[in-house]
């Protein structure tokens, strides 16, 4: 936890460089007309997906989170903050800096303003934000391989911390990461983090609105707990405080019924979506591959 606070600290501090800068280049320079729409969409589409990629960490999340911890302000909060700083960014970079068709903001920075305060900002953003997260996947995978019997804690570690570098490794040069997000964008990580969830929501809201009028207000029963901030296990208690929470089991919570089908149909209209867009990025990705426009 230590780690990653540390971290967001450090990021918040780059982003404010970065903000100053572009406001100062903007003010100095001449400012870059940003097409709506760009030319090659399909590695535009598979970062962003790429950068909500932390669903699949919510349920692991929700494991360990207290009972007072309310989910849907804590993720709605942290994704909208994180997509504001992702527009402004690169809105303003985009406007700010003339980027290389096949570079990047950082490089265009570290080029053009190649002072110390901005070469250590783009080298340590890496660091502070892609690095640091990968020890939580390590551990949210070995996990969960662990807990469902998949393996033993010592396949899981090689599974969870050693194969993901051996893969990582050699596409790292050149166009292999950002081909190796494009294409894992397509076949795992927008169907594991966003089609799986909402198909997973519309069951379990249809199998909610199956159950009898007991057994949902069973369901729905506030919790008692007793607890202390983050310092909370479920087999330690350090505190007598006793704190009664609402038990919320779907993200729209009270806002509609339990017999309505609005979020069944909020959900599947996501589903469908998100469905089309990445048969079409398919079909792009593999028009681009075969040279074919």
């Known amino acids: 936890m230590i780690v990653q606070k540390v971290a967001f600290f450090i990021a918040c501090l780059i982003f404010g460089e970065w903000f100053i800068l572009f406001f100062i280049r903007i003010s100095e320079h001449k400012v870059n007309t ?62 700010a800096y003339t980027i290389d068709p096949d570079g990047d903001l950082l490089s265009a920075i570290n080029d053009i303003d190649g002072t110390l305060y901005t070469q250590i900002g783009v080298y340590v953003f890496p660091l502070a934000v892609v690095a640091t997260s990968i020890p939580i996947y390590s551990i949210i995978v070995r996990y969960n391989l662990i807990e469902n019997q998949i393996c033993g804690k010592a396949w899981a570690n090689f599974f969870a911390v050693v194969l993901p ?68 296990c479920f ?13 919320p089991h779907f993200a729209f919570g009270k806002c509609f019924s339990d017999d309505s089908y609005t979020p069944i149909i909020i959900s599947a209209v996501f589903v469908s979506a998100l469905i089309i867009s990445n048969i079409g990025i398919l079909i792009i990705n593999i028009m681009q591959v075969a040279n074919v426009y």
């Not at 159950?211 to 007793?226: A, V």
């Open 34 to 95: 940003v097409p709506a729409i760009g030319q090659n969409l399909a590695p535009v589409f598979g970062t962003i997906m790429f950068n909500y990629a932390m669903v699949v960490t919510v349920p692991s999340w929700c494991n360990e989170k207290t009972h007072s911890t309310r989910i849907n302000p804590v993720m709605g909060g942290a994704t909208l903050v994180g997509t504001i700083l992702f527009f402004m960014v690169g809105w303003l970079g985009a406007i």
């Open 165 to 232: 570098w051996l893969v990582v490794i050699p596409f790292y040069t050149g166009n292999g990461l950002e081909n190796v997000i494009n294409w894992s964008t397509l076949f795992s990580n927008g169907i594991i983090n966003f089609i799986i969830p909402f198909m997973l929501y519309i069951k379990a809201r249809r199998r909610k609105m199956e159950l009898t009028y007991r057994e949902k207000n069973e369901l729905d029963m506030p919790i008692t707990t007793t607890e202390k901030g983050e310092s909370y």
């Open 235 to 247: 087999d330690r208690i350090h505190t007598e405080d006793t704190v009664v929470v609402e038990n």
